[in-house]
């Protein structure tokens, strides 16, 4: 059940489809229109960190997923067409993807640390 997605009718908790991300989903999904995204934790060869991943909220079908260097431990959010998550990671605190393609829009780099 590790990376199960799960989409049921709000009225009678009836399943509507199932899907798998690309591993350990450890935060609440985000939904905006008619996508719903998901971070997770990598599990696979494709996808060995993490990912952010774009399902469409009626099928469930994938509609796009973007590695990450670190594992996604924190819910995204959704701010001006961009779904933006937060990293712990070296290279990035945060990174924003076009909403609809998962193209990378912008990327902020921790601050350097003073000596």
Do not use: C, H
């Not at 049921?8 to 199932?18: A, H, K, R, Y």
């Not at 594992?71 to 701010?79: G, H, R, S």
């Amino acid at each position: 059940m590790i990376g199960e997605v799960y989409a049921v009718d709000s009225l009678t908790g009836e399943q509507i489809w199932q899907k798998k991300a690309a591993g350990a989903v450890q935060t609440n999904p985000l939904v905006v229109e008619d996508k719903l995204y998901v971070a997770s934790e990598g599990a696979s060869a494709d996808v060995p960190i993490g990912a952010l991943t774009a399902f469409a909220v009626a099928d469930g079908n994938e509609l796009w997923q973007t590695a990450t260097s670190v594992p996604l431990f924190t819910a995204p959010v959704y701010a001006d067409g961009v779904v933006v998550v937060a990293l712990v990671s070296e290279e990035s605190l945060l990174i924003a993807y076009d909403k609809d393609s998962g193209a990378k829009v912008w990327e902020i780099a921790p601050p350097a640390e003073e000596e």
